[in-house]
């Protein structure tokens, strides 16, 4: 693949940005931090609100890309072989077997969304987290493979009754965790509440151009992008102090307002954690045009990649996302990316 054509998909990659952001209004932030994790193929967690536009956001960037696109509701009775296979009642009486939502598209399956997936059991997560790290899934008899697949799931907030949560090990196999949003905008509120265009999910899905992207070339794009992007050695060394950062923020002068910084984290970022963000962070600059990382590439993906992945004292954990936000943003402003 020549640079003539990474300039080409960087077009595409924008032109699909604008697509998706004229169907899902207030969310240009979680859109180009989509479109990131999708060139840096990571699998992506959602935090969100019930109705805040989760699913019409991932139908349009499905559309945009093309492939299959598979959706599953967690619930308490949801069994691992619910993801594979169905079982019904034919019309001869006798029970047959069909493909489950992992192995509808086969090949093709380019977007799999679990909703609510704490409310699923951990075999249900095991499965789920075995296919995502493998992208292989043995059942009838032979393999079945998802070259292409890139998993969203989102967590039930609200309710904690009948919840399974992700643990911190679970976590760390999520490349980002997006924030999405109800728009400050008042003028963005007032047109999703009284324009009807945005209350018919599939017209205005069916907005989106159809495969603007090859959804089976993207890993190829993906690894260019990798590979051709560079970090200077200041940059690598910035990149270090803001990991350190995360494990042992008292050596680096972090403070957070109420809170025992020495007795704050259990764990920081892990290796692969890390090396997630720069990943993204090398994304971010492929899709602005530049052919080295700068620090505010890092910037943009930091606190999507790493928060996440931050393990807190149990008694800091209900405010676990005011905290990482603060803890975070002091380590962007205190360390020195020179």
């Excluded at 998909?9 to 969310?27: D, I, M, P, T, Y």
């Excluded at 899905?205 to 190829?220: A, E, H, K, M, Y």
């Excluded at 259990?266 to 290796?271: F, K, M, N, Y």
């Excluded at 910037?299 to 931050?310: D, G």
Aim: glycine residues 6%; proline residues 4%.
């Amino acid at each position: 693949m020549s640079d003539r054509q990474l300039t080409d998909w960087r077009a595409q990659a924008l032109q699909l940005e604008s697509n998706v952001n004229k169907v899902v209004v207030g969310q240009a932030n979680a859109v180009r931090l989509i479109t990131t994790a999708i060139f840096a193929r990571g699998h992506v967690l959602l935090e969100g609100d019930v109705g805040v536009g989760k699913t019409t956001l991932l139908r349009a960037f499905t559309r945009g890309i093309g492939g299959g696109y598979q959706r599953i509701e967690g619930t308490i009775d949801l069994m691992p072989n619910d993801l594979v296979y169905h079982t019904y009642l034919g019309d001869d009486g006798r029970p047959h077997v069909s493909p489950g939502p992992l192995l509808s598209h086969g090949t093709n399956l380019s977007v799999f969304f679990f909703n609510e997936i704490n409310r699923a059991r951990p075999q249900v997560h095991s499965l789920l987290l075995r296919v995502m790290a493998e992208r292989t899934l043995s059942a009838f008899n032979r393999e079945h493979h998802f070259p292409h697949m890139l998993v969203f799931a989102d967590r039930n907030q609200v309710e904690k009754e009948e919840t399974f949560e992700i643990p911190s090990a679970a976590r760390d196999r999520f490349m980002m965790e997006i924030p999405i949003t109800v728009p400050a905008d008042i003028d963005i509120m007032e047109s999703l509440i009284f324009e009807t265009r945005f209350h018919d999910v599939d017209a205005l899905v069916d907005q989106v151009t159809p495969d603007i992207l090859q959804f089976d070339g993207l890993n190829q794009v993906a690894a260019l992008i990798q590979s051709s992007v560079q970090a200077s050695p200041a940059l690598r060394r910035y990149t270090l102090d803001l990991w350190l950062a995360t494990r042992t923020p008292a050596d680096y002068g972090l403070k957070v307002e109420g809170v025992d910084i020495k007795r704050l984290v259990v764990a920081g970022a892990s290796p692969r954690g890390i090396a997630m963000m720069m990943r993204a962070a090398r994304v971010n600059a492929w899709l602005n045009g530049r052919e080295a990382v700068l620090p505010e590439d890092i910037h943009a993906v930091f606190h999507e990649t790493i928060a996440h992945r931050m393990v807190f004292n149990p008694i800091y954990e209900m405010r676990r996302t005011e905290i990482a936000r603060e803890l975070l943003n002091q380590a962007i402003h205190s360390i020195s990316a020179t």
